[in-house]
Structure formats: C-alpha cells, structure tokens
C-alpha cells in the first residue's frame, strides 16, 4: 500500500470520518461522561487504548478467524482489553475508575469500537488497522472533550484541575480556576451539567457542524454557477473578437 | 437442515480457545494489579484519617466481629489530653452502598467524616446535598439530620451509619 | 422496611426517577437511530426489556455462585456479554419457532440487542453497585419499563417533528437530540419521588 493511503487511513478517523460528529456512534459516553473535561479526556484515553489494541489484534487474526463466528470472536478481543484497561484503571488511575463508573465496561458495546473491528481491521493490514485505530481514538477523545469543555465552563462555570487526575494535585485539594463562576459573581448555566445539558450541548454542537457544512455545499455552487458564468462570457467575448477580426478583414 | 457436525465442532473448539486465552492474560494482570489495589486502598484509609483528625497520633487498627456496619476503629490520641476514636463503616441500600470513616470525639460529639467509597445511584446529590454539608459544618449536631436532601434513602443511610459508631464508642465496646 | 414496598419503590425510581435514556445514558444509540416509526420502537423495546430481565436472572447467580467463589470475579464482563450474546441468538431462535409473526417484526432488532448498551449496563451496575438480587431484579424490571416508556414517547414525538419545519442545519438528528433535551427535563421534574 502507498504512503499516501497511510495518511488517508489516520487522518480520516480525525476530522472528515469523525466517529461522533460524522458517524454518529458512540454517542452514550458522549453524553454520559463529558461533565467534566478530566473525565472525558480520561475516557479517550481508555477508549484509544482499547481501540488500538483491539483493531491490531484483529487485524493480525483477520486469517484466522472463522468468518461464521467472526463478531463473537471481536467481542471476546474487545472484552479482553476492556477488562484489561479496566484493571489497569482501577489500579493506576482509581479516581477515574471511580468517576467512569459503569461506562467503563461499557466500552465492550461501543458501537466505535467494534464498528471499526468490523469495517477495517477484519480487511486491511495491521499498520493500517493501527493507524485508524489512533485516527479514530484522537478523533473521538477531540469530540468528547470539545463537549466536555462547553458543558464545564458553561455549565460549572469553572474548570477543575485534580479532581480525576489526582497526581497533578498530589495530597491536596483539586484546584478549580473561576471562570465564569468566581468570588462575587455567578452567570455559570447550572442547565448545562444536567443530562438534559449533555443532549442539548451535543444537539447544537452537531447543528453548528451541520450548518457549516451546508454553508461549504452552497459556496461550492455559487463557486461552479460563477466559474459557469465566467467561462460562458469569456467565451461570448472571445467569439465577439473573433466577429470583430472577421468583418476588419 | 442438515447441521455440519465436523464445523461446528471447530469452530467451538476456537472459540473457547480464544476465551481461554483472554481469562488466562486476565488473570496474569490480575495478579499484577490486585496488589496495587490493595495498596491504593490502604494509602485512601491512611489519607481518610488525616482528613478526619489532622495531625494526631493514630493507634493501631482494631477490628470489630459480629457488626454487620463496623468493621474497626483505631483510637486516636488527639494531644492535649483529648481523645478520640475513628470508625471504618459501611452500608448498604436500594441505590447502591457507602463505605465512611466517622470520627467520633471522647466526649461522644461527632468528628468530621471521610468518604471512603460511594455507589449510590444518586452519588453526587448525596455527595452535594448531605455529605459536604456535613463535613463544612461546625457543629455537625445541627446537620446530621437534614436528610431531605433530594437523596433520602441514602441520607438517612449515612446518618445511621454515624449514629451506629457514635453508640458503639457509647457502650464502652472494645 | 417492607420488602415489597422497598422493591416497589425502587421500581419507580429506575424506571421514571433515574431513568435509563434520559438521566443514565444506557442506549442512546438505538435511541436515536429507530427513530420516528412507532411499531419498530415499541418493538424494539419489549425486546431489549425481555433480554433485560433474562439477562439479569442468568447473570445474578453467574456472578456470585460460579464467578466469586473461584476467586475470577473480574471476569464478570467477559462473562456477562457472551451470556447475553448467546441469550440474543436462543431468544431470537426460540421467538422464530414459537411465533413466526413476532419474529417477523422483531426479527431485525435481534441482533442489535447484543450491542445495546441498556442491557450491559444494567447487568455491571447490579454487580458494581454490589446490589442485592431483589433490587437487582428491581433494577432490571425498572430499567426495562423505563426504555419502554422513552423509546415510545419519543418515537410518537418525532413522527411530528418529520413533518414540522426545522431550520435546515438542526434537521435529523440535531432536532431529534433537543427534543431529548426537553424530555431529560420533564423528566427531572419527577426527582425526588421513591427515594
């Protein structure tokens, strides 16, 4: 495979073939995790981790696994790492553990996860499944912390810094920088936090997406219909100066 | 139909061999990650008793039998005379489970408490709504029963878990 | 306290309280995409609340006699999504021989249950929350109603929103998620009740 098709399965993942915004998947943790902008980009994490590893291992396997009981063999391999993240989290990373909850098993039927395990990992080749597992994993944490990031300092109306990253803050209390709630004032939008907040933040978020993309679509007509035009009275005048040659001669 | 023995046969066989393979990978990192745990759980119970009493001279654990709540309680030596005992309880109820340290001061007023672990359905507005009340109040009398919190069940929970401490220090149980 | 008004209370309290679309999150993605046909969604439903409930029956006992006394406990989401992609394939055959008519109409949901987060989620909360098997069960019943209940009302709701006019930008899926918005909230206003 070319260089080229290398990029192409990396960046694809990130922006024109973006899981959440584009593809609609995963949409659960999206809303579900994205309180705080620690624990979403906690959750990418765990997410690209378990993306990667799964799409390689099935990539290397894809010859070898029955086609007839291919979906139950991905879920067992996403099942394994998902425990296995899980554990790691649990040890290393206990806080986030605790504040993902129940979303970290969950992580099994992400529909990203085995969606990408069957479309392109059970197809193409293990540097290529790695690239579009990293693509896809930076894509997704970049949407769920975009999210995240609005229904915070909106919603909280300030950013906390240890809270799930309890190392950054070692024995202390976790740090929270004021923003748009601080001594004196309060104009935060309490809304926001709720799960009501999470499906109207993800709502407009997509609405904004969808209308820059309709604005591209109608710049690109109005971009041919000139260029049409143009190219039409070019040739009107060229055809006017090849009259005008004509009747001198 | 006429069912393929032979294919079925292998492609079971394949199955289990790959789920045998990911419970034996499991169970190699669980051996690796349940002694972190348990170290991570201990230092929180180191951390929870500075939190409840500061800096005070801590005995050693004492475990409790036949409480279906407390599972010990270290004595605490507060300096200046004063004396103290912390509680490790913990709970459970329709939502979910709590787990605290509960301070409990000689004279039997209620200490500051450290929540251990919280798995209540409604964790947060119990965490909002009662507990960090509770742990911001100076006089935890006039908080301990304000359980109309939006979280009652679990409200209530904490309270009797608290209460259930204070009446074992009461007792004069060892 | 009463067993049964215990088990009745956290009954309502999974299924409208803390329900499992618009306050827990399980599901949305299904949620989402059967979108405004009210038979499919209403299909829909009572199969992920059969596999709910069977699910939680099988994976109660798993867990604490089989998985717990062998020292394995952490294979409990191993486990609990081969359970319930097998239970998804017995169901789905038994319904074919039982009832070729509801086969009919459920048949093209079956396979998506396995992927349902509703039905994973329900089953690791029981086992995370260390709940016990009655308010397990509970769970499980007040979770299945609770889908039920969503996924209709939405779907009746979105029937409408077809064929109302909606800024071009917000058609689709955009509208579809402020009207959960707006659900979430009505919901919200039931806090405080069974608890």
């Given at each position: 495979?070319?260089?080229?098709?290398?990029?192409?399965?990396?960046?694809?993942?990130?922006?024109?073939?973006?899981?959440?915004?584009?593809?609609?998947?995963?949409?659960?943790?999206?809303?579900a995790?994205?309180?705080s902008?620690e624990?979403?980009?906690?959750?990418?994490l765990?997410?690209?981790?378990?993306l990667?590893c799964?799409?390689?291992?099935?990539?290397?396997?894809?010859?070898f696994?029955?086609?007839?009981?291919?979906?139950?063999c991905?879920?067992i391999?996403?099942?394994?790492?998902?425990?296995?993240?899980?554990?790691?989290?649990?040890?290393?990373?206990?806080?986030?553990?605790?504040?993902?909850?129940v979303?970290?098993?969950?992580?099994?039927?992400?529909?990203?996860?085995?969606?990408?395990?069957?479309?392109?990992?059970?197809?193409?080749?293990?540097l290529?499944?790695?690239?579009?597992?990293?693509?896809?994993?930076?894509?997704?944490?970049?949407?769920?912390?975009l999210?995240?990031?609005?229904?915070e300092?909106?919603?909280?109306?300030?950013?906390?810094?240890?809270?799930?990253?309890?190392?950054?803050?070692?024995?202390?209390?976790?740090?929270?920088?004021?923003?748009?709630?601080?001594?004196?004032y309060?104009?935060?939008?309490?809304?926001l936090?709720?799960?009501?907040?999470?499906?109207?933040?993800?709502?407009?978020?997509?609405?904004?997406?969808?209308?820059?993309?309709?604005a591209?679509?109608?710049k690109?007509?109005?971009?041919?219909?000139?260029?049409?035009?143009?190219?039409?009275?070019e040739?009107?005048?060229?055809?006017?100066?090849?009259?005008a040659?004509?009747?001198?001669? | 139909?006429?069912?393929?023995?032979?294919?079925?046969?292998k492609?079971?066989?394949?199955l289990?061999?790959?789920?045998?393979?990911?419970?034996?990978i499991?169970?190699?990192?669980?051996?690796?990650?349940?002694?972190?745990?348990?170290?991570?759980?201990?230092?929180?119970?180191a951390?929870?008793?500075?939190?409840?009493?500061?800096?005070?001279?801590?005995?050693?654990?004492?475990?409790?039998?036949?409480?279906?709540?407390?599972?010990k309680?270290?004595?605490?030596?507060?300096?200046?005379?004063?004396?103290?005992?912390?509680?490790?309880?913990?709970?459970?109820?329709?939502y979910?489970?709590?787990?605290?340290?509960?301070g409990?001061?000689?004279?039997?007023?209620?200490?500051?408490?450290?929540?251990?672990?919280?798995?209540?359905?409604?964790?947060?507005?119990?965490?909002?709504?009662?507990?960090t009340?509770?742990?911001q109040?100076?006089?935890?009398e006039?908080?301990?029963?304000?359980?109309?919190c939006?979280?009652?069940?679990?409200?209530?929970?904490?309270?009797?878990?608290?209460?259930?401490?204070?009446?074992?220090?009461?007792?004069?149980?060892? | 306290?009463?067993?049964?008004v215990?088990?009745?209370?956290?009954?309502?309290?999974?299924?409208?309280?803390n329900?499992?679309?618009?306050?827990?999150?399980?599901?949305?993605?299904?949620?989402?995409?059967?979108?405004?046909?009210v038979?499919?969604?209403?299909?829909?439903?009572?199969?992920?609340?059969?596999?709910?409930?069977?699910?939680?029956?099988?994976?109660?006992?798993?867990?604490?006699?089989?998985?717990?006394?062998?020292?394995?406990?952490?294979?409990?989401?191993?486990?609990?999504i081969?359970?319930?992609?097998?239970?998804?394939?017995?169901v789905?055959?038994?319904?074919k021989?039982?009832?070729?008519?509801?086969?009919?109409?459920?048949?093209?949901?079956l396979?998506?249950?396995?992927?349902?987060?509703?039905?994973?989620?329900?089953?690791?909360?029981?086992?995370?929350?260390n709940?016990?098997?009655?308010?397990?069960?509970?769970?499980?019943?007040?979770?299945s109603?609770?889908?039920?209940f969503?996924?209709?009302?939405?779907?009746c709701?979105?029937?409408?929103l077809e064929?109302?006019?909606t800024?071009?930008?917000?058609?689709?899926v955009?509208?579809?998620?402020?009207?959960?918005?707006?659900?979430?909230?009505?919901?919200?206003?039931?806090?405080?009740?069974?608890?």
């Amino acid at each position: 495979m070319s260089k080229s098709n290398h990029r192409e399965s990396f960046v694809s993942g990130i922006f024109a073939n973006n899981p959440l915004f584009v593809s609609l998947l995963g949409i659960c943790p999206a809303l579900a995790v994205t309180k705080s902008i620690e624990a979403a980009i906690g959750m990418g994490l765990l997410f690209t981790f378990v993306l990667v590893c799964s799409n390689v291992l099935v990539s290397a396997l894809r010859k070898f696994i029955p086609e007839l009981i291919s979906t139950p063999c991905y879920i067992i391999i996403i099942a394994t790492f998902v425990t296995l993240v899980k554990m790691m989290a649990e040890a290393f990373l206990p806080e986030l553990y605790s504040t993902l909850g129940v979303f970290v098993s969950l992580l099994v039927v992400n529909c990203v996860i085995l969606g990408r395990a069957e479309a392109f990992a059970s197809k193409n080749g293990v540097l290529d499944s790695l690239l579009d597992g990293i693509g896809n994993g930076i894509g997704f944490t970049l949407a769920i912390v975009l999210i995240a990031a609005v229904r915070e300092i909106l919603g909280a109306g300030t950013i906390t810094i240890g809270q799930t990253f309890t190392f950054l803050v070692g024995e202390g209390d976790p740090t929270r920088l004021p923003i748009l709630k601080g001594p004196g004032y309060d104009v935060s939008l309490f809304a926001l936090t709720t799960p009501a907040g999470g499906f109207l933040v993800l709502g407009i978020v997509l609405a904004i997406i969808a209308a820059i993309k309709n604005a591209k679509a109608r710049k690109k007509a109005v971009d041919e219909r000139l260029a049409k035009e143009k190219a039409k009275a070019e040739a009107m005048a060229a055809k006017a100066a090849q009259a005008a040659k004509e009747a001198k001669q | 139909m006429k069912i393929e023995w032979g294919k079925a046969f292998k492609t079971g066989i394949f199955l289990a061999c790959i789920a045998g393979a990911a419970a034996l990978i499991l169970s190699g990192v669980n051996v690796v990650t349940s002694k972190k745990i348990e170290e991570n759980r201990v230092q929180k119970e180191a951390k929870g008793l500075r939190r409840v009493f500061g800096e005070a001279t801590y005995g050693e654990a004492i475990p409790v039998e036949n409480d279906k709540n407390i599972s010990k309680y270290w004595s605490v030596n507060l300096g200046e005379g004063k004396e103290g005992r912390v509680y490790s309880v913990s709970g459970t109820n329709s939502y979910g489970s709590v787990s605290l340290l509960v301070g409990i001061y000689s004279d039997f007023s209620l200490g500051n408490i450290y929540v251990l672990e919280n798995t209540e359905s409604y964790a947060t507005t119990l965490q909002d709504g009662y507990l960090t009340p509770y742990i911001q109040a100076e006089d935890k009398e006039t908080v301990i029963d304000n359980v109309r919190c939006g979280a009652t069940y679990g409200a209530k929970l904490c309270r009797d878990l608290i209460l259930t401490a204070r009446n074992h220090y009461k007792g004069g149980n060892e | 306290m009463n067993y049964l008004v215990a088990f009745l209370l956290a009954i309502v309290s999974y299924s409208l309280v803390n329900n499992v679309i618009v306050a827990r999150f399980y599901g949305i993605c299904s949620f989402v995409g059967v979108g405004g046909k009210v038979k499919s969604a209403a299909s829909m439903g009572v199969a992920v609340s059969f596999v709910i409930l069977l699910a939680t029956l099988i994976c109660y006992p798993i867990y604490h006699f089989l998985l717990v006394p062998a020292g394995v406990p952490f294979l409990d989401t191993l486990t609990y999504i081969l359970v319930i992609a097998c239970l998804v394939q017995v169901v789905g055959l038994f319904i074919k021989k039982k009832s070729p008519s509801l086969y009919k109409s459920l048949g093209i949901y079956l396979p998506l249950i396995t992927t349902n987060c509703a039905v994973l989620g329900v089953v690791s909360e029981n086992t995370m929350s260390n709940l016990d098997f009655l308010t397990s069960l509970a769970n499980a019943v007040g979770t299945s109603l609770g889908y039920l209940f969503a996924i209709t009302v939405y779907a009746c709701i979105r029937v409408r929103l077809e064929s109302a006019n909606t800024p071009k930008a917000f058609k689709g899926v955009p509208i579809a998620l402020i009207v959960a918005a707006i659900m979430a909230i009505a919901f919200m206003g039931l806090q405080g009740i069974g608890q």
